[in-house]
């Protein structure tokens, strides 16, 4: 069994972009925050256990960590509450990224018209 995120285990990041990814988190360390990991704990969820990624300023991962601090909730993110901090990471060395496809979008039905 692997271990959690919480006990010290790896992080996975899946992204259609490991370059564009990796350079935005290493962003946010260069100015002195921590990439806030936030998981989705909402069992009825359709996305339970997705995980999300946020800056935090090293004052906000306190109070995330916590408990006292949810994912932001506004129009860009709007995570909101189902989304608790899980770990906020000083460093890329948990961090395993790897490429995913995402699928590709249903073409529409197109209405039969009749002739």
């Not at 996305?47 to 960590?65: H, K, M, N, Q, Y």
């Not at 989304?83 to 990471?89: F, G, K, P």
């Amino acid at each position: 069994m692997s271990e959690s995120i919480r006990d010290g285990g790896r992080i996975g990041v899946e992204t259609t972009d490991v370059s564009a990814t990796t350079k935005t988190f290493q962003r946010w360390l260069d100015r002195g925050d921590l990439v806030g990991v936030f998981e989705n704990h909402d069992l009825g969820h359709v996305d339970v256990g997705r995980l999300v990624f946020v800056p935090l300023t090293p004052s906000e991962s306190v109070d995330a960590l916590a408990g006292r601090m949810h994912a932001p909730d506004t129009a860009g993110i709007g995570m909101g509450w189902r989304y608790v901090c899980v770990a906020a990471e000083p460093s890329l060395g948990r961090f395993d990224f790897t490429v995913y496809e995402p699928e590709p979008e249903p073409e529409p039905k197109r209405k039969r018209t009749r002739s």
